[in-house]
């Protein structure tokens, strides 16, 4: 029942997650403790499984997490391949899930050490490895792809600074001063940018009528799946380690991607509809979505705003999170991680079955189909902070999408440096208020050091390729630099 | 609605004035007492989950499940800006019977520090639910036992020491030890949330922390964090457990202070003398349930139910200590 | 194609320009305890300035004159979408979430679409009403409201 709730839920954009959980909470007060957590935390996988629908379908991620799904999953959608994407992403999804489950059973008060090792050199680090991983996405002009990553930066700076509390970059005015919600932001550049798109094309999202979806297909994709189990390793690990920090499940969607790219056999075919390109930033952003629970329970601080919302619910239910839960409250513990079990294998099963079901919404006609995507873009640009202002950005944003699309620039350096610069500034400037302005604590660390360096090597990994490249070139192994026109 | 609630009203309540009225949990009230006609926008200053939304939320299903309010009470998030989108967007509400406010201590240190213009003078006052208590904490393997051990200790090493806080609130509660004890300075690093900002002490990533007891407690009781002195002139006495072993600063330092957080509610500017009175009332039958007390006991707040002109003169004491910390330390933004 | 390049790129360069004389006012050097509020602001600003240029050359040195940035045709197709779209939010403002797209739908549906006025209608009113069943009545979470909403009491 959760389930069903929840994935209604995400499939709203704004309403996924957190609100959601934060809406049905009061619902909860009057159960046992268990009980509540289990219909809670259901509620939780079903908002994770929702959040890749409207991705696919539509191009708007309903969660910062599903971004990385859209570069992959929508161009398969268009390509008339709805249905395929839909159950890979829910399959990745539920992979990611439970390998994380697992671990979390095993090793979970080792898991809450580990945890409280990392300090704010330690995220900077791992936001500089995020970075790395993606480095070269998109784009064939790399100034432009610069430009749309320094625009991201700067959007995210605006508004108040976390370390020093001043109001920047607001140009005097308050509407500037709340800064861009991400959310608001990937609705507009996302969701509007591309039914412009697609109206100029004249394109009428082609593919969809022949997007007959019968359940025969969920099992010939499956097949197709089990060839690409190295990504699903990789995406769920990386998942269920970045999951531990705010902010974990979309940086590890991001990462997952970039490195799934990086080690594709064939990364031309990425951003254009390659399976892996689904598989690796879903199984990694539900991976670090369960994971994301485990510092939450063990230490009292959420890895994400729905762990926060389900933090602020253990409380009302008269539980105190911290290392102590274990112990102190066991069946309650339990009782979570089994309803992870069951909750992740009944929601893949509602998912799939309703596979072919999401896919039909895409036969519905153009003329009614895009102001009703209009209308949910606009309620998810309303919703998370009540804001008419929002709407408005959100409409900005559509336009900057949809000029941004038409002169090839990149959206997701973007996207990336929009989600996360923040947080790497403050890790990076807590950092250096701890050392009193030394660079040397990155290194000096022992988690951290090893981070950074991999992060190093990454970054220069490309430019070590583009040399030897550029020495072999005429070559026939060395691919001939493209050349702009 | 009406008519079904004078049902209820029973003849000693028809003679009390409102306020004490609305003590009584069962729903008998004045028939020509004011009502929300609408939902009521419950605004929070801060995104889903952080501490205030929690409090909010908390406060909506006790609302609810004790069926207080006739209409529901809807959680409105506004975290943009520290706090300064709320505390505006509350401003511009003016006369609105259907908007109410949720807010720590931000509602001084923001607009300061920012330099917005809004003063709390400009809302309604409704009541104060607690106060929150500030612990100094350190690392439980830390060799230091006493306030005064670690303080010296600080004072030796000037900067050497990392204080760790939530953004600019807990810079303030820093400078206030600085200031009265005379002769330290610590190395603040500033934090999102208090529950971070508490596992990085487990982490050792900074050397103390001025949390409020919730955000430590789980993590005192596991020996990980050990509380050093309550920033507050009297020991925590009101609350069972290990609370009232823990020294005030005056005892373990000499140096008399007390800063406390408020969670207090606000209405929308000019709000009607009638309204202000409903929502009193509702706050106070909250602040009676089982729930409530047992949130209060759990997190040792203080709980006592303030309002009308001792309400006042508490934000008015709050906001001369801010004005008086802030300017010494340099946080007023200069306009 | 090349003019909307251009224009482009002058547009982040102002972008830049503005990032980098607002964060100097802030302080953008490197204090005692790390980099200041404005510090990555204003290199930000810098970086992004000269990204603008290296583009504004690149499009003004490019011989690719040929395509418009739009066909006419495009041009009345994106329109067609657009318009309708920042009128719906103008709409939003002023009336209130619900009445606006009750409009908005059925206008959209009837005069872009031309579909007809009993599937106009089921969708144009059905929208409005499922969402507020499901934002106000269940999930009590308030939309943008207008004087109609709330002289019907809402």
């Keep these: ?485 | 609605m009406v008519s079904d609630v004078s049902k209820h009203v029973s003849r000693t309540t028809v003679v009390i004035i409102a306020l004490v009225l609305s003590i009584v949990a069962a729903p008998s009230r004045d028939a020509a007492a004011w009502e929300p006609r609408n939902p009521v926008e419950f605004v929070v200053p801060a995104g889903t989950g952080g501490g205030s939304d929690v409090l909010a939320r908390f406060l909506v299903s006790i609302i609810d499940k004790h069926k207080l309010s006739p209409k529901p009470l809807v959680v409105v998030n506004k975290p943009g800006g520290g706090g300064a989108e709320a505390l505006l967007y509350t401003k511009e509400k003016k006369e609105d019977p259907h908007t109410i406010m949720i807010t720590p201590n931000l509602l001084f240190v923001t607009p300061l520090h920012t330099g917005i213009p809004f003063s709390w003078k400009d809302l309604t006052p409704i009541s104060l639910l607690a106060e929150d208590l500030f612990i100094l904490w350190v690392n439980a393997e830390s060799p230091y036992m006493t306030a005064k051990q670690y303080l010296d200790a600080v004072k030796a090493k000037p900067l050497g020491f990392k204080m760790g806080g939530t953004a600019q609130e807990d810079q303030v509660v820093t400078h206030l030890l600085e200031s009265a004890v005379g002769g330290l300075q610590f190395n603040y690093v500033p934090f999102k949330g208090g529950g971070e900002v508490c596992v990085n002490l487990v982490g050792k990533h900074v050397d103390s922390t001025v949390n409020n007891p919730s955000e430590c407690v789980s993590h005192w009781k596991a020996g990980k964090v050990r509380p050093l002195a309550v920033l507050d002139r009297e020991r925590a006495t009101w609350v069972e457990g290990q609370w009232k072993d823990i020294p005030t600063t005056k005892e373990a330092l000499g140096a008399d202070i007390q800063y406390l957080m408020l969670r207090a509610i606000f209405g929308a500017p000019g709000m009607k003398k009638d309204v202000v009175e409903f929502y009193t009332g509702l706050m106070k039958k909250v602040h009676a349930t089982p729930e409530f007390q047992k949130y209060l006991a759990d997190n040792a707040l203080k709980g006592s139910f303030v309002t009308g002109a001792e309400f006042v003169s508490k934000l008015d004491a709050a906001d001369k200590q801010h004005v008086e910390v802030m300017t010494k330390h340099g946080m007023v933004k200069k306009k | ?154």
């Design chain 1, 1 to 485: 029942m959760g389930i069903v709730f929840g994935t209604v839920i995400g499939v709203l954009p704004g309403l996924g997650g957190p609100n959601g959980v934060a809406l049905l909470l009061p619902i909860t007060f009057s159960m046992e403790p268990t009980s509540a957590i289990i219909f809670v935390s259901c509620i939780y996988w079903g908002a994770l499984f929702g959040g890749a629908i409207t991705s696919i379908l539509f191009n708007i991620p309903g969660e910062s997490w599903s971004v990385a799904t859209t570069f992959d999953g929508h161009p398969m959608a268009r390509d008339g391949e709805a249905g395929k994407a839909l159950t890979t992403a829910f399959t990745s999804s539920f992979v990611g899930a439970l390998m994380a489950v697992a671990m979390i059973t095993f090793f979970a008060s080792f898991l809450a050490d580990v945890a409280t090792k990392f300090g704010p050199p330690e995220i900077f680090a791992i936001q500089l490895l995020t970075f790395a991983s993606i480095i070269g996405l998109g784009g064939s002009n790399a100034f432009k792809s610069l430009a749309s990553a320094l625009i991201g930066f700067g959007l995210a700076a605006v508004g108040i600074d976390i370390v020093t509390g001043e109001f920047r970059l607001t140009f005097g005015t308050l509407e500037l001063a709340r800064g861009f919600n991400f959310i608001v932001a990937v609705i507009g550049l996302f969701g509007i940018g591309d039914i412009l798109v697609s109206v100029e094309e004249g394109l009428r999202f082609i593919g969809v009528a022949r997007a007959r979806v019968r359940l025969r297909e969920v099992f010939s994709t499956w097949r197709e799946l089990l060839g690409h189990w190295r990504v699903f390793l990789f995406g769920s690990f990386v998942g269920f380690w970045m999951g531990f920090k705010p902010g974990g499940a979309t940086a590890a969607s991001f990462m997952a991607y970039g490195f799934a790219r990086r080690f594709s056999k064939n990364p031309e075919r990425m951003g254009k509809g390659a399976i892996e390109g689904i598989i690796a930033p879903e199984s990694a952003a539900h991976s670090a979505g369960v994971s994301a629970l485990l510092p939450m329970l063990v230490l009292g601080i959420p890895g994400s705003a729905t762990a926060a919302v389900i933090l602020g619910g253990l409380l009302i239910w008269g539980l105190q999170p911290g290392p102590l839960l274990f112990t102190e409250k066991p069946e309650f513990v339990w009782g979570l991680i089994a309803s992870m079990y069951s909750g992740n294998v009944i929601g893949v099963v509602i998912v799939l079955t309703c596979v072919p079901l999401f896919a039909a919404i895409l036969r519905i006609p153009f003329a009614i189909l895009t102001p009703l995507i209009v209308v949910i873009c606009i309620i998810g640009a309303y919703a998370p902070s009540s804001s008419m202002v929002d709407v408005w950005y959100m409409l900005g944003f559509g336009f900057v999408g949809y000029i941004f699309k038409r002169l090839d620039y990149p959206l997701a350096p973007m996207v990336l440096a929009l989600v996360l610069g923040d947080m790497a500034e403050t890790a990076l400037r807590q950092s250096l208020i701890m050392s009193r302005g030394s660079v040397a604590i990155f290194f000096d660390r022992p988690i951290s050091g090893t981070i950074m360096v991999a992060a190093i090597a990454l970054f220069l990994l490309p430019a070590i390729g583009m040399i030897r490249r550029r020495i072999g070139r005429g070559s026939p192994a060395g691919p001939a630099i493209p050349r702009g026109d």
């Design chain 3, 1 to 154: 194609m090349r003019v909307a390049e251009i224009i482009t790129a002058a547009v982040l360069c102002a972008i830049g320009f503005a990032l980098t004389a607002e964060s100097w006012s802030l302080g953008s050097g490197w204090g005692k305890a790390g980099p200041e509020a404005g510090f990555f602001p204003f290199w930000l600003g810098v970086l992004l300035s000269l990204t603008a240029i290296t583009l504004f050359v690149q499009a003004t040195l490019s011989r690719d004159r040929g395509k418009p940035f739009l066909e006419r045709e495009q041009l009345v197709r994106v329109a067609k979408v657009a318009i309708p779209t920042v009128a719906a939010v103008a709409l939003i403002q002023v009336i209130g979430l619900y009445f606006a797209t009750a409009l908005y739908l059925t206008g959209y549906m009837r005069w872009i679409g031309r579909h007809s006025w009993s599937l106009v209608l089921a969708v144009g009113l059905g929208t409005p009403l499922l969402t507020f069943a499901l934002f106000e009545i269940w999930f009590l979470t308030p939309m943008r409201k207008g004087p109609i909403e709330i002289w019907l009491g809402f």
